[in-house]
């Protein structure tokens, strides 16, 4: 019986075998090509954009950052000043920016938690950044004018709001923007012992600062910027928004112990990056930040502004989640909303 040869492969199926491993490589290698290359990061500057003036509390944390951060990196790390709309320009732009681990943001808990919810106009959301680390957290401080609280007797926050009962819309509070969350927190204050004040926004916290130190405003609820200037007289803390007192300032009373409970509002200031990008330079960019705090010059400066953290990606964005929850109800039943 004759035996059957094998028959031959035909000509399609022979140019696919032989095409088939260059297809595997091309593909391999398109593919590699295509993924970000995190070992290789970062092959040149990185930038840090923030949504305020140069000066401001955001601006200060950066610039603190970016020098250690420049170190550790091996590539510089610029600070780019992008103020205007409560710091939704700069923050709107890092939403938008290619995930690559090249454009940061550094910003305030109002920029992320609260303006997406308030600001019509404002396309971007909590869910557009990657949290990289919390740098700072604080209390803020209520502060008034001495020349005025000396003239109408203030001497404790619920002094100020009776000179606001007494005195409808003559109070005068200032901040950082309108739905900033120094805004959003004293409006809630206002409105929960019902008197009416008027709120008075500026660029920044520094420049409202600025005004309740030259008697331009009243009161405001200040950052930890203005610890000088009560340690010189220049400025009264009354309470602090803290659920315990400031180590900084131990004879001054909690909203709480002032007789507002459950009036506990604290402020932060994070590093984020654009949505997606890639875990491994998040987490890199978390390591490096955490070997900020082990420079003493720089611990310091951070520590003129509040409470260093340095709190990894996974807990930052939790907290993120729940502060934008927790406002979301406060804007509801304020209901605030600003164009």
Same mark, same amino acid.
């Given at each position: 019986?004759?035996?059957?040869?094998?028959?031959?492969?035909?000509?399609?199926?022979?140019?696919?075998?032989?095409?088939?491993?260059?297809?595997?490589?091309?593909?391999?290698?398109?593919?590699?090509?295509?993924?970000?290359?995190?070992?290789?990061?970062?092959?040149?500057?990185?930038?840090?954009?923030?949504?305020?003036?140069?000066?401001?509390?955001?601006?200060?944390?950066?610039?603190?950052? $970016?020098?250690?951060?420049?170190?550790?990196?091996?590539?510089?790390?610029?600070? /780019?000043?992008?103020?205007?709309?409560?710091?939704? !320009?700069?923050?709107? /732009?890092?939403?938008?920016?290619?995930?690559?681990?090249?454009?940061?943001?550094?910003? *305030?808990?109002?920029?992320?938690?609260? *303006?997406?919810?308030?600001?019509?106009? !404002?396309?971007?959301?909590?869910?557009?950044?990657?949290?990289?680390?919390?740098?700072?957290?604080?209390?803020?401080?209520?502060?008034?004018?001495?020349?005025?609280?000396?003239?109408?007797?203030?001497?404790?926050?619920?002094?100020?709001?009776?000179?606001?009962?007494?005195?409808?819309?003559?109070?005068?509070?200032? $901040?950082?923007?309108?739905?900033? !969350?120094?805004?959003?927190?004293?409006?809630?204050?206002?409105?929960?012992?019902?008197?009416?004040?008027?709120?008075?926004?500026?660029?920044?916290?520094?420049?409202?600062?600025?005004?309740?130190?030259?008697?331009?405003?009243?009161?405001?609820?200040?950052?930890? $910027?203005?610890?000088?200037?009560?340690?010189?007289?220049?400025?009264?803390?009354?309470?602090?928004?803290?659920?315990?007192?400031?180590?900084?300032?131990?004879?001054?009373?909690?909203?709480?112990?002032?007789?507002?409970?459950?009036?506990?509002?604290?402020?932060?200031?994070?590093?984020?990056?654009?949505?997606?990008?890639?875990?491994?330079?998040? *987490?890199?960019?978390?390591?490096?930040?955490?070997?900020?705090?082990?420079?003493?010059?720089?611990?310091?400066?951070?520590?003129?502004?509040?409470?260093?953290?340095?709190?990894?990606?996974?807990?930052?964005?939790?907290? !993120?989640?729940?502060?934008?929850?927790?406002?979301?109800?406060?804007?509801?039943?304020?209901?605030?909303?600003?164009?």
């Amino acid at each position: 019986m004759a035996t059957r040869q094998p028959r031959a492969p035909s000509r399609r199926t022979a140019l696919a075998l032989c095409l088939a491993p260059c297809l595997t490589l091309c593909a391999a290698t398109a593919a590699q090509a295509q993924a970000p290359q995190e070992d290789k990061w970062p092959t040149r500057p990185v930038r840090i954009v923030v949504g305020f003036p140069a000066g401001s509390f955001t601006d200060t944390i950066a610039r603190a950052l $970016s020098e250690p951060l420049s170190k550790s990196l091996g590539q510089p790390v610029v600070v /780019e000043n992008k103020p205007g709309a409560n710091g939704a !320009i700069g923050v709107g /732009e890092v939403a938008r920016a290619a995930p690559d681990g090249y454009t940061l943001l550094v910003t *305030n808990s109002s920029s992320i938690t609260i *303006n997406p919810q308030i600001y019509k106009k !404002i396309t971007y959301r909590a869910k557009d950044f990657a949290p990289i680390t919390m740098v700072l957290d604080a209390p803020f401080i209520l502060t008034v004018n001495p020349e005025w609280a000396q003239k109408h007797q203030i001497r404790s926050a619920k002094d100020v709001i009776a000179f606001a009962k007494g005195h409808p819309d003559k109070l005068s509070y200032g $901040s950082a923007g309108p739905g900033n !969350i120094a805004h959003l927190a004293y409006a809630a204050w206002s409105n929960r012992t019902g008197v009416k004040t008027t709120h008075v926004p500026y660029k920044s916290a520094s420049q409202a600062q600025m005004a309740v130190l030259s008697g331009e405003l009243d009161t405001q609820f200040d950052t930890w $910027s203005a610890l000088p200037h009560i340690a010189s007289g220049k400025l009264v803390a009354l309470a602090v928004t803290a659920p315990r007192r400031m180590q900084q300032l131990p004879e001054v009373p909690t909203m709480a112990e002032a007789g507002y409970a459950d009036f506990d509002v604290t402020f932060w200031a994070g590093l984020l990056a654009p949505a997606g990008t890639p875990p491994a330079i998040v *987490n890199r960019l978390y390591e490096a930040s955490r070997g900020v705090l082990q420079d003493a010059r720089i611990r310091a400066v951070l520590s003129s502004q509040g409470e260093p953290v340095m709190m990894p990606p996974a807990p930052f964005g939790q907290r !993120i989640a729940k502060e934008v929850s927790d406002w979301g109800q406060v804007i509801q039943r304020e209901a605030l909303s600003l164009d």
